[in-house]
Structures are given as structure tokens and as C-alpha cells.
T-cell receptor, first 113, second 120 residues
């Protein structure tokens, strides 16, 4: 049973526009959420995170929104740049779970010049 | 500051051979993890460790063993490799999560560059 779901395997946007990546989760014990970015042949790198006590976290061009009642989070990238083209993974953890992360399957973002 | 270093970067094995993947971190992190990534599957946790001398099973532990003899190193072993173990393996490390707002509150895992393993 997939606890973290990214239902869009791919997304294509134009440079300068907004990219919105979505993530849904089923485990109500999750209280910390992260987004990782991965380029080919490299390891995932941390992008932004949000605690369940917040509903929004912003870092430059990247904003993560959390809707706990819907068990849904989204990553907004504004404006999108060609260098943002990568696979984005949503991940979640539960307190007391040895900080184990449960990952979604990823969304491949392509930003076209 | 190297972060998380994985050795080797690439390896080809024949079915039944054994090998050990090495992960080293220089951030003094207590926790370390081994994941595998397969096409369309995301990252799945194999084994993890919450401290020197401790190990625990993750989501897909069968066919793998691990050891954490030193805080900075986490080894992943394949005793008898199978084609189903062809994958990209990632090691990660982190601090334990603290209370919100604390210096270690972010619970970020830092990843190595990966090891591409093919089992023929």
C-alpha cells in the first residue's frame, strides 16, 4: 500500500511559468514532509520541507503548501527555469519512526526554454 | 567537507557473487540509511541504523545485510547476488529529529551519489 503518492509521473512547463507538483499521503501519523530534487546520475538533494504545524513554507522560488485535512501537499516553483528540470520526490516521516522517510515515486519536471 | 561518499560508483556482478557497498559520512550524523531506486518505484528503504552498532530492517531487506561498526560508516552486503538486485543504491545520513525550532529539527537526510549495480 503506497503511503505517499505522486500521481503525475511527468510535468512539462514553459520557462517563466509556474510549476505545481502534487503529493498525497495516507498515513495520518506523518508530521514532517520534504521535497527532494534529483538530477540523472546524482543522489537526491534536499529542496524544502514543512512541518505539520504549518500550512506553508517558502524558500526563494520554492513554496510548499500543506493541506492536512486533505492529506495533500504541493510544491510551487515560480518562475520555473530550465535548470529546474529534474525528478522531484515527495517524502514523509512520522515522529518516533527513527526518522525513516517514505518516498513517492517521483515526478519528472521538464522546463522548456 | 565531502558529505556522504559511496564506494564503488559502478559494479557488475554475476549471479551468486557477493559484494559490499561502502558508505561513509563526515557530518557526525547518528542515523544512516540504505535505499534502492528502481525505475518507476521511487526510493525504497533497505536497512537503517540509528547509531553505532545498531541496525534495523526497512521495507525491502531480503537478500541484504548491513553493519555499522563505526559511526561514520555503514556497509551494505549482498551475500549471493541475484538479477532482481540490479538497481541503483543510495546511502543517506541524518541527525535525529528534535523539537520544532531546535537546531536539528529539520530531519533532513543527505544522500550520496549512488552505486549502480548490475547483476547478470
Amino acid at each position: 500500500d503506497q503511503q505517499v503518492k505522486q500521481n503525475s509521473p511527468s510535468l512539462s512547463v514553459q520557462e517563466g511559468r509556474i510549476s505545481i507538483l502534487n503529493c498525497d499521503y495516507t498515513n495520518s501519523m506523518f508530521d514532517y514532509f520534504l521535497w527532494y530534487k534529483k538530477y540523472p546520475a546524482e543522489g537526491p538533494t534536499f529542496l524544502i520541507s514543512i512541518s505539520s504545524i504549518k500550512d506553508k513554507n517558502e524558500d526563494g522560488r520554492f513554496t510548499v503548501f500543506l493541506n492536512k485535512s486533505a492529506k495533500h501537499l504541493s510544491l510551487h516553483i515560480v518562475p520555473s527555469q530550465p535548470g529546474d528540470s529534474a525528478v522531484y520526490f515527495c517524502a514523509a516521516s512520522a515522529q518516533g519512526g527513527s526518522e525513516k522517510l517514505v518516498f513517492g515515486k517521483g515526478t519528472k519536471l521538464t522546463v522548456n526554454p | 567537507n565531502a558529505g556522504v561518499t559511496q564506494t564503488p560508483k559502478f559494479r557488475v556482478l554475476k549471479t551468486g557473487q557477493s559484494m559490499t557497498l561502502l558508505c561513509a559520512q563526515d557530518m557526525n550524523h547518528e542515523y544512516m540509511y540504505w535505499y534502492r531506486q528502481d525505475p518507476g518505484m521511487g526510493l525504497r528503504l533497505i536497512h537503517y541504523s540509528v547509531g553505532e552498532g545498531t541496525t534495523a530492517k526497512g521495507e525491502v531487506p531480503d537478500g541484504y545485510n548491513v553493519s555499522r561498526l563505526k559511526k561514520q560508516n555503514f556497509l551494505l552486503g549482498l551475500e549471493s547476488a541475484a538479477p532482481s538486485q540490479t538497481s541503483v543504491y543510495f546511502c543517506a545520513s541524518s541527525y535525529p529529529r528534535m523539537y520544532e525550532g531546535g537546531p536539528r529539527a529539520k530531519n533532513i537526510q543527505y544522500f550520496g551519489a549512488g552505486t549502480r549495480l548490475s547483476v547478470l
